[in-house]
């Protein structure tokens, strides 16, 4: 792994705009950086090169984040958090309140792994196709079938909770 100091001035700027995005709150997004960056020095030897630093950092972030929002007693989740998720025009017709935001979050607690990640992966931390397949160490055309299927799975889910989907 470079060395720390050179890796810290190279992506907590893109780190800290990333975990933003996600909390929409600069004081979250100071915590949960600082946060991010001790762990990734305390779990250093883990990183094997696998993927890229960046999305290593964005993957412990993400993590530190929804650890965040699960110590918060009532947290409720903005909407902004999951915006990704309107790209997607399966899922689109669900996310339109925060209940219903909720409701997504809760559906996709109930999707096996590899499912649920390589979801996450692309849908939360837009990671391409190709990063997918190389943090599992797959090829991108099981990244694509894998969200297709979690795709399916949480439609399915959504239809059986009365969603119009």
Known sequence: MEDFDEIYQTYARPLYLYVLRLSQSEMIAEEIVQETFYKAV?????FKGECKILTWLCQIAKNEYFGFLRKKENAHLNIDDYQALSDMREIEKIVEDHDAAS????????????????????????????????LFGKSENWARVTFY???????????????EV
């Open 42 to 46: 305390k779990n250093a030897r883990k």
């Open 103 to 134: 409701d997504v979050l809760s559906i996709l607690r109930t999707i096996s792994d590899p499912y649920r990640r390589v979801f996450e992966l692309r849908v939360i931390d837009a990671l391409s196709f190709q990063e997918i397949s190389d």
């Open 149 to 163: 299927r979690a795709k399916q799975k949480i439609t399915e889910k959504a239809r059986e909770q009365g969603y």
